[in-house]
Every structure is written in structure tokens, then in C-alpha cells.
């Protein structure tokens, strides 16, 4: 099976950033698309960035500009790095890698908030 394990949540003022860190015990070359998700207390799960095997990446319209995502596949690594970051930011993000079948992370906080 292959686990997800997220790193780098956490508070951060307006306008800060943060880097946001998924380690599989798979390897990720292997995983055709990659990507971040979020989700807000009674708010629906939606699609923060995606990035696949050829590099084509795809953000949320409301992070586009402020939001990279980048991929490390010596390191098995996903990475969200997070610029001028807003209140409306606020939620827990979830790693996704996915081939045939669709993997999980924990979720890691962030709190954007003065």
C-alpha cells in the first residue's frame, strides 16, 4: 500500500507563505497525477493544483499566481509552496497521487489568520 505523509501546515499571518511537503513510500514517478486538495469546516473538498508525469500543471482559480506546485522524484516528494497567502486559504490540505487507484494523505492544517 502506499502512504502519504504530509508535512509544513500550520498559522501563518496574511500575506505570509508556507511550503507544504508529501512524502510517499511508493515511488512517485510511478504516479501518473499528483496534486493538492483542501477543504474548509462545512465547506466541500475541492482541487487546490495538479501536476502530471508530462509537468502539466493545473491550479484553482482562486490560487493561481500565488500557489506553485512542484514535484522532487529523487525525494518522492509533492510540494505546495504557498505565496500571499489570505484568510480564505484556511483549511486542512490533503496530498492525492494517484495511477489506476487514488491515494490519501492524513491532511495537514493551515491557518491563515492575524
Known amino acids: 500500500q502506499v502512504q502519504l505523509v504530509e508535512s509544513g501546515g500550520g498559522l501563518v499571518q496574511p500575506g505570509g507563505s508556507l511550503r507544504l511537503s508529501c512524502a510517499t513510500s511508493?515511488?512517485?514517478?510511478?504516479?501518473?497525477?499528483v496534486g493538492w486538495y483542501r477543504q474548509a469546516p462545512g465547506k466541500q473538498r475541492e482541487l487546490v493544483a495538479l501536476?502530471?508525469?508530462?509537468?502539466?500543471?493545473d491550479y484553482a482559480g482562486s490560487v493561481k499566481g500565488r500557489f506553485t506546485i512542484s514535484r522532487d522524484n529523487a525525494k518522492n516528494t509533492l510540494y505546495l509552496q504557498m505565496n500571499s497567502l489570505k484568510p480564505e486559504d484556511t483549511a486542512v490540505y490533503y496530498c492525492?497521487?494517484?495511477?489506476?487507484?487514488?491515494?490519501w494523505g492524513q491532511g495537514t492544517q493551515v491557518t491563515v489568520s492575524s
Open positions: 492525492y497521487m494517484s495511477t489506476f487507484l487514488a491515494y
Open positions: 511508493g515511488k512517485m514517478s510511478n504516479m501518473n497525477r
Open positions: 501536476i502530471t508525469t508530462g509537468g502539466s500543471t
